[in-house]
């Protein structure tokens, strides 16, 4: 079935530390990755994403890597920030027209 | 560039009461989404439009839940009767193009309570 696997659901890092958050999905003919952050009382905005033509992509202090194979892909935030505090969510393309999301990580990132 | 409207941003019922949303996308997105978003979970699609055909409604409880595009452009989602369990926040979102790689932008959202 239609079906995103997030983890973990909590994060919590210390400033300037990384942080890598972890999905897995289950239609191997899914072809876009998108990962979406929401900040507390906001909508969730595109802060990255990645084809399946590639397997990594970078946007200064973010990164996305995807492992066809294995059907997982990654985020990845370095030398992180207070205002990275917030959930983060992936998705997957089902089909050739339906977003999935996962269940969302509460990053928090610690003075 | 304006981004997408919602209203209202708040909204409390009780159970079997009837509530309406209402979304306006940005001007010439032909896609738009309903999401359901219920507190500490991802959005769940709940019915998506090309212009003012419907795309997918799967996962629409279509026994109290509706939803329209007249003209391809603004969208009502109307829940009648509702339930406890529909208390969450409905996202609606749009995008250039429908498929892999349209980038949503999400409106606000319309937080429902239902009592």
């Known amino acids: 079935g239609e079906n995103v696997e997030q983890h973990p659901s909590t994060l919590s890092v210390q400033e300037g530390d990384s942080a890598v958050i972890k999905c897995t999905y289950s239609?191997?003919?899914?072809?876009?990755f998108p990962w979406y952050k929401q900040e507390l009382g906001k909508r969730p905005q595109l802060i990255i994403d990645?084809?399946?033509?590639?397997g990594e992509k970078k946007d200064q202090r973010i990164a996305v890597t995807l492992n066809k194979t294995a059907k997982h892909f990654s985020l990845h935030i370095t030398e992180t920030q207070p205002e990275d505090s917030a959930v983060y969510f992936c998705a997957a393309s089902i089909g050739a027209q339906k977003l999935v999301f996962g269940q969302g990580t509460r990053l928090t990132i610690n003075p | 560039e304006a981004g997408v409207a919602q209203s209202p941003r708040y909204k409390i019922i009780e159970k079997r009461q009837s509530v309406a949303f209402w979304c306006n996308p940005i001007s010439g997105h032909a896609t738009l989404y309903w999401y359901q978003q219920i507190l500490g979970q991802g959005p769940k699609l709940l019915i998506q439009f090309q212009n003012n055909g419907v795309v997918d409604d799967s996962q629409l409880p279509k026994d109290r839940f509706s939803a329209e595009r007249l003209k391809g452009v603004d969208s009502t989602l109307k829940i009648q009767p509702a339930k406890l369990e529909d208390s969450a926040v409905y996202l609606c979102?749009?995008?250039?193009?429908?498929?892999?790689?349209?980038?949503?932008?999400f409106g606000e959202g319309s937080r429902l309570t239902v009592l």
């Open positions: 239609d191997s003919a899914s072809n876009y």
């Open positions: 979102a749009s995008s250039l193009r429908t498929g892999s790689g349209g980038e949503l932008f």
């Open positions: 990645i084809r399946s033509n590639v």
